[in-house]
């Protein structure tokens, strides 16, 4: 076992049914493909004596209300966006003679519940001795389809054992029962108005069909039911729900199995985010849906191409291969793959957050699939292409006459962050998104897309920063960027963010550099972007000295300032602070916070191993103590970080303590929050933790570095990197590296700075 779940390479199960787990269970066991996600709701939907989050979202789809401000300002943001939780499709009630299947009150033997990782199901199985003196075995799979973007899918097999019982199944299509969360939590939905309108509900024979709309923000949404098992059954609407029934006298030996394929459609008035659906199109989509067995190996088969590419393995330490494999499989299920929706803090898992898509794509989650699925890389940011138009007007409100300022959080593209100081103000989020689109371009080559977006991003997010910023002759000359906040939310509006400060001073370069590369390499595009964006060599030349003169506040006895007062403010010992009183934000006023010398995710260590090489080996070193010291880690983008700049410095004890904590953090509910979702951030933070971490990798002029250490906790590890359509293979162990070429053409990597030159394999 390793927490509350047997130690299984592929696999999580809960073995039995602990009511207490069940929130947290349905996080941990959501399915997803990057547009539907299902929580784990049991499929009789409640259980009594166990809370319950019931949740379908679809990404991208949401209801918006107006912020209301006690005292509003200029600019603030002006609605809400809160992820829609729609109709639930999947629930599937069983009757047993009189007695409704409920796990708080039947008699329920070997309850177990498994996510399969490489098969993409949700299986459960346990068997009922029902009150009529039968015996059943039940067994229920799950999927939500990873070929079929619109489409779900409930399998029931109820298998008579002894005894005999009249069987009865209610397939069901029902709003979504939406529980309130805690209202002095801000990280989740409370108390934002996320009903839904029903405006069609129907059962036309095997088929169930509900339409919902939301009020304001002009989403249609549809859900089609298809219902599938030899007896046949016959389709109802009892007041708001749609119900299918079938039942069956089961003697012993007798098996029934019912089928449901489950299909969502979405489409948003007016704008053209989302492609038009209609009631037609759903019930089409769902009727023509192809069989459940198909589905199942369609769904092994995408698996198995993703785990072909993202494998990786660690001898002695098989919990954590569990926790490794798991966050990878949630990131892939999560992340949008249209170019049109993101991939949310918390995925498809759960309303924390709201759906929003915040920085934490680009920065933690982006370079998972950039190594893994560049695919899906390219598609998060088309998404940002996407929202381009929205960041140009929002960089006008904030008075900058060209450029675009991205938003901190976001469904549409809409800056919805009603408190600035944590919100708009982390202007970093452009510089973060600069850096992703470098980093692709480094990974892929991929010369078109540079061409049709990235490029664009670039200038536009550098501009921003141009015009945000300033050459300060308080600071001799230097460019400043004053007031705005780093990734580190406990310490806002402060001026030069050293953080800030490099994506700032990368944008600009990276800007520059895609300009002068397509005038060699795609000179039309060159000159349709200098004609669309107005851009000169001139602006070039002058981001090129904002750059080059960009400001970094002064070391004090070796410590860096993460911005210009840090060193300043109050020290406020973390030993003093009462383990009940974690995380700060919802503890103390910000003003408390804001004056301390403290940090939620210290940014100056981010800095350090995203520019790793603008720093010294004893810079790091004596600033990671510093800030080590001074970190609450409050947000769980954190640790992740720390671990990897403690691997760099040769701290392998405390890197293998932070890592182990991100690495499994859902699964032992470290947080105590994953009842709300999963933190999307933290998974991919694991997965960097190892790859950049242990195995030291970074992308440096387009090629791979590697400086590969073992804790001693391990025998061996690796993974598994696909690059410039190769695919190579990191093996460390406790003696060095070994790298093998996979796939593609023959590659030259550096391990511990030597030239190693990669063959294809005979
Ligand atoms: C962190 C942010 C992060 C957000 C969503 C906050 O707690 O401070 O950096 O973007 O959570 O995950």
Not at 259 to 278: D, F, P, V, W
Not at 719 to 741: K, M, P, Q, S, W
Request: hydrophobic letters at 40%.
């Amino acid at each position: 076992m390793a927490g509350k779940f047997p130690l299984s390479p592929w696999e999580i199960t809960e073995e039995g049914f602990a009511p207490e787990n069940l929130r947290e269970n349905e996080s941990l066991f959501a399915l997803a493909n990057g547009f539907i996600g299902m929580r784990g709701n049991l499929e009789e939907r409640i259980a009594t004596g166990a809370e319950s989050i019931q949740a379908t979202l679809l990404n991208g789809v949401f209801e918006s209300s107006p912020i209301v401000y006690g005292e509003g300002a200029y600019g603030y943001a002006k609605n809400h966006e809160t992820i829609c939780n729609v109709m639930d499709g999947k629930s599937l009630l069983l009757y047993a003679g009189d007695e409704a299947l409920d796990l708080g009150r039947c008699d329920i033997h070997s309850h177990l519940r498994t996510l399969d990782m490489r098969r993409g199901v949700l299986r459960r199985s346990f068997l009922w001795h029902t009150k009529d003196g039968a015996e059943l075995s039940v067994e229920m799979t799950r999927l939500v389809s990873l070929t079929h973007q619109q489409l779900a899918a409930v399998r029931a097999d109820v298998r008579c054992l002894s005894g005999e019982t009249r069987l009865r199944l209610v397939s069901e299509l029902r709003p979504t029962e939406i529980s309130e969360g805690d209202p002095n939590d801000p990280r989740n939905a409370a108390g934002k108005n996320r009903s839904l309108h029903t405006d069609r509900l129907e059962a036309q024979g095997d088929l169930l069909l509900m339409e919902q709309s939301t009020a304001r923000s002009g989403f249609h949404i549809f859900c089609a039911v298809q219902n599938r098992c030899t007896a046949g059954g016959t389709g109802t609407v009892d007041g708001s729900a749609a119900l299918w029934e079938t039942e069956a006298e089961l003697q012993a030996g007798e098996f029934f199995r019912i089928e449901k394929s489950i299909c969502y459609t979405a489409e948003r008035i007016g704008k053209q985010t989302m492609s038009a659906a209609s009631p037609d199109e759903a019930c089409r989509l769902c009727k023509d849906a192809p069989a459940f067995d198909t589905l199942l190996q369609e769904q092994e088969a995408c698996l198995d191409a993703f785990w072909e590419q993202a494998g990786l393995s660690i001898e002695g330490d098989d919990a954590l291969l569990q926790g490794l494999r798991f966050n990878l499989f949630h990131l892939f299920q999560s992340a949008g793959r249209d170019g049109r929706r993101n991939i949310s803090a918390k995925g498809l898992t759960g309303e924390g957050y709201e759906g929003h898509y915040f920085w934490d794509t680009e920065a933690y989650m982006f370079p998972v699939f950039l190594f893994t699925e560049p695919s899906i890389a390219r598609k998060l940011l088309e998404y940002r292409y996407f929202i381009l138009p929205q960041a140009r007007e929002r960089a006008r409100v904030l008075g900058h006459a060209k450029g675009a300022l991205f938003p901190w959080r976001t469904i549409d593209g809409e800056e919805v962050s009603a408190y600035f100081p944590a919100g708009t103000a982390q202007i970093h989020i452009d510089g973060d998104i600069a850096h992703a689109v470098r980093e692709y371009w480094q990974a892929t080559q991929d010369l078109e897309f540079l061409a049709e977006s990235g490029a664009e991003i670039l200038v536009e997010t550098a501009r921003l920063y141009y015009s945000h910023g300033f050459f300060s002759e308080g600071k001799g000359g230097r460019f400043v960027l004053n007031c705005v906040t780093g990734p580190d939310e406990y310490n806002v509006l402060v001026n030069n963010n050293v953080y800030t400060n490099m994506v700032a001073e990368e944008n600009f370069r990276s800007a520059r550099a895609a300009m002068c590369l397509l005038k060699e390499k795609a000179p039309a595009a060159w000159a349709r972007l200098c004609g669309a964006l107005g851009y000169t060599e001139e602006e070039g030349a002058a981001w090129m000295e904002a750059a080059d003169r960009m400001y970094y506040p002064a070391p004090r006895d070796g410590i860096i300032p993460q911005d210009d007062d840090f060193l300043d403010r109050q020290p406020w010992p973390l030993e003093s602070i009462p383990a009940e009183n974690r995380p700060l934000l919802i503890h103390y006023h910000g003003l408390q916070i804001y004056r301390a010398m403290v940090c939620k995710q210290a940014d100056l260590i981010l800095a350090m191993t995203v520019f790793g090489d603008r720093f010294t080996k004893e810079e790091k070193r004596k600033n990671f103590r510093f800030y080590d010291h001074v970190t609450t880690h409050d947000s769980s983008l954190s640790m992740a970080v720390f671990s990897i700049l403690a691997c760099e410095i040769g701290e392998l004890d405390t890197a293998y303590r932070y890592f182990m904590s991100s690495a499994r953090l859902d699964l032992e509910d470290i947080q105590g929050n994953t009842k709300d979702g999963l933190h999307m951030a933290n998974m991919a933070g694991a997965w960097n933790g190892l790859v950049k971490g242990f195995g030291g990798m970074r992308c440096r002029d387009g090629a791979l570095h590697f400086s590969p250490v073992c804790p001693e906790e391990w025998t061996s590890y690796s993974f598994r990197l696909g690059f410039r359509g190769r695919l190579i293979e990191v093996r460390v162990t406790r003696d060095g590296a070994d790298y093998r070429l996979l796939r593609g053409e023959k590659l030259t990597v550096f391990s511990y700075g030597q030239a190693v030159t990669l063959l294809p394999e005979a």
